[in-house]
């Protein structure tokens, strides 16, 4: 049976979360990728389709010109520039003003979940409007197999 | 209520002049006062006034203090000058620039009441207030953050040690050892133990029959153990950088090492059982020694990062220290004291090229090592390794030209963006380098704007340049430009001190 593939968008996986890929990359669960920053996982998004697509909020641009200057105009700050957010919001949303290019087109809200450090209320109005379901909050103290559940609900509400 | 002085006041028109002005009786009933006095006090502003100015002082008290220096000026030859009295009309407070001086009989010189100008200035005394409020407030925060960080690099260093401790007992020798050793071979190590992991594993199950296996083992945890050799052989592909090959490699073994211990006893062949454990047990130890050792880099970073930011924020509230005559030499060593646990857990060479070149600068000690201890810190950060067989480094180059002595920190690595340069942007407090991301841990945006304020308090200033290790090989408008390492200089001038 093929694998479901999955994409972690996160920039802190080599550092802070790096206690949480262990699983995914030893677990012979699912076929998994990551990307640390939005151009790379731009690539990742066109090069294939993924089943499940884990996205942070804080992103940095990577080379892509444009994003570097939407990242730019919020001064070079992750905090602040919210790219992860707009990432979103040109995949589902295909608005151009964020990027002229255009997304690809197979990936749809229930295939995504948001894990980051904001608390849900702070984006729940940007998930509502993308359609977006799973959420999880980091925080200190989270379990070696947090993004294992991640994805396991996420997979599960798309068969839903 | 006419009296000579009241005709002088009417004469003189000084009822309409701008400003409040006044003249009073020794016991402070008006003589005469204007409309400016009579709007400030809530009095009628036209007809006689039969009130007392010493009725409106806010603290009785203050009046007779105020007389006296009124008196002792006159003597001096001069008058009572903005003198804040605070007064209060009605249900409120105003506060009121007083300048007054007694009038004397000119026979007897007898005081016989004063004249005076009166200004408000409640907007701006309450504006002082706030302002010094609001200034005491920040002191006491600046000592309270300086507090905080301390005891925050107390924790840092009690963690720093701890792990010290730890990875001595991995690694089977002393940390400078250790941490000679370098990442590269490091990493082929785990990838070799990852491999011996994997072929005891297979050994192990090629070696034993499904119906043994299954009395030892659940299928469940059998299977949890094969789906892991396939990923233990191919561990450098599938996982990017040590820094997540550490952890994951780590956590797999213990698993592998755990599920192993779960074994029925004397099913299997002891002896596999055990190089699969002992091989895991190797693996995981390395794992966590590398493991260790990254962590203890992240946390002396986190600890300089701290003291920076700790001497930043309590530079103005710490006591004075005046300017001494300083060998550079001198400085530049501290600096590099400063910085030297740092540069040896991230494995950058410092090296001098200075040539026992010295001379003397005049300045505060504690700023220009704070100065040159944050520019070195940057170029041990944002330096990558540019030779296999070699450390990355950094080099410090000192000398003197047309009376300035320079300190040069020049590293191979992160690039500043021209843009950057040109408009100034690495100079403002709390700007992160458009590039200076690449080691995942940001720094205090502090270290330039402080060792640019530092030159130029010391009449010198900070220049930084930064371009292309290989010229050319890529052009600036192709998106990888800043991919490639840059030589980064930045240079610390200051005027050199007079020989003696």
């Not at chain 2, 006689?48 to 010493?54: L, Q, T």
């Not at chain 2, 009124?70 to 009309?89: D, H, M, N, S």
Request: overall charge neutral; glycine content about 4%; aromatic content about 6%.
């Amino acid at each position: 049976m093929k694998k479901p593939s999955v994409l972690w968008i996160e920039d802190s996986a080599r550092f802070e979360l790096r206690n949480l890929v262990a699983q995914l990359f030893f677990g012979d669960k699912y076929e998994f990728s990551l990307a640390e920053d939005v151009t790379s996982a731009i690539d990742h998004l066109r090069a294939r389709e993924f089943d499940a697509v884990i996205v942070d909020i804080r992103l940095p641009p990577g080379i892509d010109p444009d994003w570097h200057r939407l990242y730019q105009q919020t001064g070079f700050d992750r905090v602040h520039a919210q790219l992860g957010l707009k990432l979103l919001r040109w995949l589902l949303t295909r608005d151009n003003s964020i990027h002229p290019a255009a997304p690809p087109d197979w990936i749809k809200p229930h295939q995504i979940a948001v894990f980051t450090v904001e608390s849900r209320g702070e984006i729940q109005q940007h998930l509502d409007e993308l359609g977006i379901t799973v959420f999880r909050q980091k925080s200190a103290g989270l379990r070696d197999t947090v993004l294992f559940e991640l994805i396991d609900e996420l997979l599960a509400r798309a068969i839903e | 209520m006419d009296t000579p002085h009241s005709e002088i006041a009417r004469e003189s028109n000084i009822l309409d002049l701008p400003i409040g002005v006044y003249v009073v009786a020794p016991a402070g009933q008006f003589i005469a006062c204007n409309r400016p006095v009579r709007a400030m006090l809530d009095l009628p502003l036209e007809g006689d006034v039969r009130a007392s100015i010493a009725q409106f002082y806010a603290d009785p008290k203050t009046r007779g203090e105020l007389l006296r220096k009124a008196t002792e000026a006159e003597a001096r030859g001069a008058y009572l000058e903005k003198e804040i009295i605070a007064f209060r009309v009605g249900a409120r407070t105003i506060y009121v620039e007083d300048y007054c001086k007694p009038l004397r009989d000119p026979t007897t010189r007898e005081i016989i009441g004063y004249v005076g100008c009166l200004v408000d200035v409640t907007a701006e005394h309450e504006a002082d207030k706030r302002e010094s409020k609001l200034q005491k407030r920040v002191e006491e925060l600046t000592f309270d953050i300086g507090r905080i960080l301390h005891a925050n690099t107390g924790t840092l260093l009690m963690a720093q040690q701890t792990l010290d401790g730890v990875a001595e007992a991995l690694g089977q020798r002393a940390l400078n050892e250790l941490n000679a050793i370098p990442l590269e071979e490091m990493d082929e190590q785990l990838i070799k133990e990852a491999t011996v992991l994997a072929n005891a594993m297979e050994k192990f199950l090629q070696s034993t029959e499904p119906e043994r296996r299954c009395k030892a083992l659940s299928d469940a945890k059998w299977d949890a153990l094969t789906v892991k050799i396939a990923p233990l052989r191919q561990v450098r592909d599938l996982i990017p950088g040590l820094e997540m090959r550490a952890p994951a490699l780590r956590a797999t073994a213990h698993q592998i090492a755990t599920i192993c211990q779960e074994m029925a006893p004397g099913v299997l062949p002891r002896e596999l059982v055990r190089d699969v454990l002992r091989a895991a047990a190797q693996l995981q130890n390395s794992a966590c020694l590398v493991d260790v050792l990254m962590t203890r880099t992240a946390i002396i970073q986190m600890d300089s990062t701290l003291r920076s930011l700790r001497d930043f924020i309590t530079a103005d509230v710490r006591t004075y220290e005046p300017k001494k005559r300083l060998s550079v030499r001198q400085l530049t060593n501290q600096a590099i004291t400063h910085i030297a646990e740092f540069a040896r857990s991230s494995r950058v060479d410092i090296v001098r090229r200075d040539r026992d070149f010295d001379t003397h600068v005049e300045g505060i000690e504690r700023d220009l090592v704070r100065a040159l201890s944050n520019l070195l810190h940057n170029a041990i950060k944002y330096s990558w390794q540019r030779d296999r067989a070699k450390a990355p480094w950094v080099t410090i180059r000192t000398y003197a030209r047309e009376g300035m002595v320079c300190i040069e920190f020049e590293n191979w690595g992160v690039p500043i963006a021209q843009e950057e340069i040109e408009q100034g942007l690495i100079f403002q407090l709390g700007y992160r380098g458009k590039w200076s991301k690449d080691r995942g841990r940001l720094g205090t945006g502090i270290g330039l704007t402080d060792a640019k304020r530092t030159a130029q308090t010391h009449y010198g200033d900070l220049r930084v340049a930064s371009r292309p290790s290989n010229p050319g090989w890529i052009r600036p408008d192709d998106p990888n430009y800043y991919n490639q390492p840059f030589v980064t200089t930045v240079t610390f001038c200051i005027p050199e001190a007079v020989r003696r």
